[in-house]
């Protein structure tokens, strides 16, 4: 089992910045694919980014492309989410997502991943 708790959401004005951490415990994620999805009101989770059990390989939904960066620290059992030109679009609750698959073309997929955390607010306000 691992849990993960994500921290440092809030609110912040468009063009502004963020970054988000998600703590593991339980396991090392050393052995897991890393990944944030996200959930505005009345929408779907969808898919942020995620990051290869190495960090070696990274990948961005198109709509954060160039804006956020996924970042792992396997030593501390941490990942993070930077989030930078802010719109009011980015505007939901931020899931932290470990998942055991080996299809990196699988990645964008909620069913890929075998735990989740609770979740960050995150408002961009216009």
């Known amino acids: 089992q691992v849990q993960l708790v994500e921290s440092g959401g809030g609110l912040v004005q468009t063009g502004g910045s963020l970054r988000l951490s998600c703590a593991a415990s339980?396991?090392?994620?050393?052995?897991?694919?890393m990944a944030w999805f996200r959930q505005a009101p009345g929408k779907e989770r969808e898919f942020v980014a995620a990051?290869?059990?190495?960090?070696?390989?990274?990948y961005y939904a198109d709509s954060v492309k160039g804006r956020f960066t996924i970042s792992r620290h396997n030593a501390e059992n941490t990942v993070h989410l930077r989030m930078n030109s802010l719109k009011p679009e980015d505007t939901a609750v931020y899931y932290c997502?470990?998942?055991?698959?080996?299809?990196?073309?699988?990645?964008?997929?909620?069913?890929?991943?075998?735990?989740w955390g609770q979740g960050t607010q995150v408002t961009v306000s216009s």
């Open positions: 339980g396991r090392t994620i050393i052995t897991y694919n």
């Open positions: 990051a290869t059990r190495n960090g070696a390989l990274t």
């Open positions: 997502a470990a998942g055991h698959f080996s299809n990196w073309s699988t990645r964008e997929n909620r069913g890929s991943y075998d735990y």
